[in-house]
């Protein structure tokens, strides 16, 4: 079992609404990641967090998304209007620090569907 | 900006058969390389990692890093069908003012029984 914990695991939204999808990172990890990846394909970064703050994200997250993570084990990730190219499975990953030599542990990923 | 490329995007191999992943960096300054596995349904998960010049073996897995060429490689020895999976490169080195993980496109292996 993925010692980073996603939820739901599900999520069906009609254009125009609002989604949110949860990310309880792995105990002592310091940095989070989310991550879109549609069709099985490559994985796309959206935003990082450092120490609950963000360091890096791309346009897309600051245009659409809200991401936040009010504390060490909840970090949030939010879409104000989905739109049909949303429909991706989103993933968020854990590490103790963005830079050693520890790996990335991977949630199961919350799979939207926006139709 | 760091640039990291897979080869093949996909891979057919027979049972039992070896399976040779590749991927190129374009950062001669990298330091940290993974080789991660996502199943169907699943996220993905750490298979191995390899900091230095050379091969590392782990079971039917061996990767080879060559720092000086700009790449690494892993190959699967005897694969299976629980083998068969999207299988993604990440590099980690600084860029600007930190260090950042860079995923590949990954190569989808598939392993005919």
């Known amino acids: 079992d993925a010692a980073v914990t996603q939820k739901p695991r599900y999520l069906i939204k009609m254009k125009g609404q609002e989604a949110e999808m949860k990310c309880i990172p792995e105990?002592?990890?310091?940095?989070v990641f989310w991550y879109q990846q549609k069709q099985s394909k490559e994985l796309k970064f959206l935003i990082y967090?450092?120490?609950?703050?963000?360091?890096?994200q791309i346009d897309m997250v600051k245009e659409r998304f809200s991401a936040v993570c009010p504390s060490s084990s909840l970090c949030s990730l939010g879409i104000r209007t989905c739109e049909a190219e949303d429909s991706a499975l989103y993933l968020c990953?854990?590490?103790?620090?963005?830079?050693?030599?520890?790996?990335?542990?991977f949630g199961s990923g919350t799979r939207l569907l926006v139709i | 900006q760091q640039k990291v490329q897979q080869s093949p995007e996909s891979l057919i191999v027979p049972e039992g058969g070896m399976a040779s992943l590749n991927c190129t960096f374009s950062?001669?300054?990298?330091?940290y390389f993974w080789w991660y596995r996502q199943h169907s349904g699943e996220g993905p998960k750490a298979l191995m990692?390899?900091?230095?010049?050379g091969d590392k073996k782990e079971g039917r897995f061996t990767a080879h890093l060559n720092k000086a060429s700009l790449h690494v490689s892993l190959h699967i020895k005897d694969s299976q069908p629980s083998d068969s999976a999207l299988y993604f490169c990440?590099?980690?080195?600084?860029?600007?003012?930190?260090?950042?993980?860079?995923f590949g496109k990954g190569t989808h292996l598939h392993v005919l029984p």
């Open positions: 990953s854990s590490s103790q620090w963005q830079g050693t030599n520890s790996d990335y542990t």
């Open positions: 105990k002592g990890h310091t940095a």
């Open positions: 967090f450092q120490n609950q703050q963000p360091l890096d």
């Open positions: 950062d001669r300054n990298s330091q």
């Open positions: 990692s390899i900091f230095s010049n």
């Open positions: 990440a590099v980690i080195g600084w860029d600007t003012n930190a260090y950042k993980v860079i």
